[in-house]
């Protein structure tokens, strides 16, 4: 391995870094990036693996990846465009169809999640620009889920539109019905995280010799 790959794989946080340099193209490569990543959300919101006591998907696990290998800033804008590809109308979302995309989606159930969706990638993107990582990562990560949860079950209790016409659901219920019973996913997904970034750069690492 030649000394300036030793240095890029030592001095890059985000391990899209060390796939993708940001010496050239720098525009280019961000747009790519950002889709790559949004489609990625998409499909893991369509992807719906069995699980109990309710099935998940798949997206926590891909923000949560996607802080870590993005950095803070393109992480932000990789869930922005996503959110910004289902307020123009495409089916993005986990649960459309059935329900339709838009502007008036985001006010519904969901939409305290998607914008904890934008606050966990932060997080996490935020600590590997710092070099945050090992068990210190899987602590971002743990935190940046429960900021998450916590957003998205604040909405849900407070401001949520729901079909019925009724404004929120209360935080009794809202904590009943869509934090408590994700939690053992929640915990799985963030596991998986942890162990998958120092992984790809193990990966990284070999292939660099």
Not at 97 to 123: N, Q
């Amino acid at each position: 391995m030649s000394a300036y790959e030793t240095a890029r794989l030592d001095t890059a946080r985000p391990f899209a870094d060390a796939l993708w340099p940001t010496t050239h193209y720098k525009v280019a490569r961000a747009v790519v990036l950002a889709f790559v990543g949004a489609a990625l959300l998409t499909l893991s919101a369509k992807v719906q693996v069995p699980f109990w006591p309710v099935p998940m998907t798949m997206q926590t696990l891909v923000v949560l990846l996607i802080g870590a290998a993005f950095g803070m800033r393109l992480a932000v804008a990789t869930l922005l465009l996503y959110l910004a590809q289902g307020a123009l109308g495409l089916p993005v979302f986990a649960n459309t169809p059935p329900a339709i995309p838009g502007l008036a989606y985001f006010l519904g159930p969901t939409g305290g999640f998607l914008a904890g969706f934008v606050v966990a990638a932060a997080i996490v993107g935020a600590a590997v620009d710092r070099g945050v990582k090992g068990f210190g990562l899987a602590g971002v990560m743990l935190l940046a889920d429960v900021a998450l949860l916590t957003i998205g079950c604040i909405w849900l209790a407070l401001f949520a539109q729901l079909s019925s016409g009724a404004t929120g659901l209360g935080f009794e219920r809202a904590f009943s019905v869509a934090v408590l019973p994700f939690l053992t996913a929640e915990a799985l997904k963030i596991t998986l995280a942890a162990l998958i970034v120092p992984g790809i750069w193990a990966v990284l690492k070999r292939s660099a010799r």
